[in-house]
């Protein structure tokens, strides 16, 4: 099945697809309750929708995962700051920071940045689901 993504507002996703809303709502509470009692909150997340060729409104990616969501240690969290996390900040933050234009080919990554986006994905990987990651 062909899918196309689209730029919409909450208002356009409930008018388009009310149900697929409620899967990706659904997706997003289960999310947290796996979260919760591993001292972790889903801060928040982007989901990502797409029409089909008949124009009917697609979840387009899995919700929630590290690269479109924020998961927080609960025990660090503090209002009006910047959190610790479990997601790519340490390369949001270089991207931002380098210079790149965002256009294509984007630049090489240095190892450390590389090497701290991957210790976060891991570390909240193994904090949620328990298992050792080899």
Request: neutral net charge.
């Amino acid at each position: 099945m062909p899918c196309h993504f689209l730029v919409a507002g909450s208002r356009q996703v409930s008018q388009r697809g009310a149900t697929h809303r409620t899967d990706a709502d659904e997706r997003l509470r289960r999310g947290a309750a796996v979260c919760e009692p591993r001292g972790i909150i889903l801060a928040d997340t982007k989901v990502e929708w797409g029409g089909d060729a008949d124009g009917a409104l697609r979840l387009a990616d899995e919700v929630p995962k590290p690269d479109s969501s924020r998961f927080w240690p609960a025990e660090t969290w503090r209002p009006g700051r910047a959190q610790p996390s479990y997601d790519k900040q340490p390369l949001r933050d270089w991207l931002e920071s380098s210079g790149w234009d965002k256009k294509a080919p984007g630049p090489e990554l240095p190892d450390e940045v590389v090497a701290a986006t991957r210790d976060r994905y891991v570390g909240g990987f193994e904090r949620i689901t328990g298992a050792r990651s080899e």
